[in-house]
């Protein structure tokens, strides 16, 4: 009898129910009593009635689907007119829309690199990121997260195009990249810096501009970014900003830009919508980021071990994998929807309970959701009392207390 091809595939999967890292699927309901701390609608947008009529009169306009490629028949007005805004309110001269993120980060890395390019890309960035650097087969280096001193050391001695590669703020942690640092360094030996500024987009910089607005690199020649549409803008897609010879580049070269159907009409509309409601109401970035803040310190008080954020992630460690996943279904059950990242998500190895803020949760939701977590932490998941930090020890807590 001829042997079962995907027997392998059965093996794999017993060992990770075993391990209890086996993933399940959980549609989400039309409307929920739960309240949501695990999605990336970091401004509360998603439902924002402008931003949903956007996106239902650009689908009446231009139809459900783009119809094809962006070369083809993909590319509409309103495309371009997304394109010119975004690169306008980040600071750049250009700008291209891509299908999600994902597409676009992989159009970024893979187009920024010629013969015998150097990629220096961060331990702890993107899974997109990663996969970029492996497609592009240049070569890669490594460096330990947020090492500039093993950035430098990679690019010392390289003759030929180099990129600095990085997460703007890291979606396990929530921790900000040393982009600063890392420019300057790039400047020196003659390379590119690409950033993916997903989680910097609408939360951090001048009323939300990015990351990049915030750190004064916005526009650099030497510089690229990339971003989502589908966090603090509510919508879907993602884009790549930088200088206009390096957008002309990528429509030339990104494959993930050339054979790929265009971002539908509805997800660029949604899009347009929030980046305009944005621009008239920039407090949204602060509140998103005071109600991080708020968490982090109402959680640490607690005793619990929390990454301080830098934008609006606020990752708390958990003692296992098994812990961090029964810990998050418990805050479901009590009324709270939390993120659980843990192997092989998390590069560390570390599992943790992931608590993404909102602009348009209350002081009153902010309490509510920290005394949900606290009453159903596992054994294990507290510091002791005599390590909890307060006052302005707590303001201290950065990358020291890590997870």
């Known amino acids: 009898m001829p042997q079962d091809p995907f027997e392998w595939i059965g093996a794999q999967a017993d060992a990770r129910r ?11 309901p039309e409307r929920s009593a739960v309240l949501d701390l695990a999605s990336n609608d970091y401004l509360g947008l998603a439902r924002h009635p402008e931003v949903v009529q956007g996106a239902a009169e650009a689908a009446r306009l231009w139809g459900a689907g783009a119809t094809g490629s962006r070369l083809v028949t993909g590319s509409t007005a309103l ?11 980040c600071g750049f001269e250009a700008a291209l829309v891509l299908s999600s993120g994902y597409a676009a980060n992989l159009a970024a890395v893979t187009a920024l690199n010629g013969a015998g390019g150097l990629l220096v890309s961060d331990a702890g960035n993107h899974a997109s990121l990663i996969d970029g650097c492996r497609l592009s087969r240049a070569a890669t280096v490594v460096t330990p997260h947020r090492d500039t001193t093993a950035v430098r050391k990679a690019l010392e001695g390289h003759d030929g195009p180099a990129v600095v590669v990085t997460d703007a703020v890291f979606s ?5 990249a040393p982009l600063a ?5 790039a400047g020196a030996h003659g390379a590119a810096l690409l950033v993916d500024d997903a989680h910097g987009l609408g939360v951090l910089g001048d009323g939300g501009r990015g990351a990049l607005d915030a750190a004064g690199l916005a526009g650099g020649a030497g510089t690229v970014a990339t971003v989502t549409l589908s966090k603090s803008l509510g919508s879907q897609g993602g884009a790549v900003l930088g200088p206009a010879r390096v957008i002309e580049h990528l429509v030339n070269t990104a494959r993930t830009f050339i054979f790929d159907t265009g971002l539908a009409p509805a997800a660029a509309g949604g899009a347009l919508s929030a980046l305009r409601l944005l621009g008239r109401e920039p407090g949204r970035a602060v509140r ?5 803040t708020g968490l982090h310190r109402r959680l640490t008080a607690s005793g619990l071990t929390a990454v301080r954020p ?3 992630v606020v990752s708390v460690r958990a003692p296992s994998a098994e812990d961090a996943v029964r810990w998050a279904q418990d805050c479901r059950a009590a009324g709270i929807q939390a993120g659980c990242f843990r192997p092989p998500s998390v590069p560390d190895g570390i599992s943790r309970l992931r608590l993404t803020a909102r602009a348009d949760l209350t002081d009153r939701q902010v309490e509510e959701a920290v005394e949900v977590v606290v009453a159903t932490a596992p054994t294990g998941a507290r510091m002791p009392s005599a390590d909890r ?3 302005a020890a707590e303001a201290g807590l950065g990358r020291a207390d890590r997870s």
Do not use: I, K, M
Not at 79 to 89: K, R, V, W
């Open 18 to 28: 075993r391990a209890g890292l086996a993933r399940t699927l959980r549609p989400r």
């Open 79 to 89: 495309h371009a007119e997304l394109e010119d805004e975004l690169a306008a309110f």
């Open 172 to 176: 396990v942690d929530g921790d900000a």
């Open 181 to 185: 640092e890392l420019a300057a360094l």
């Open 288 to 292: 998103a980021r005071e109600v991080a």
């Open 310 to 312: 830098d934008a609006c």
């Open 389 to 391: 930090p307060s006052g």
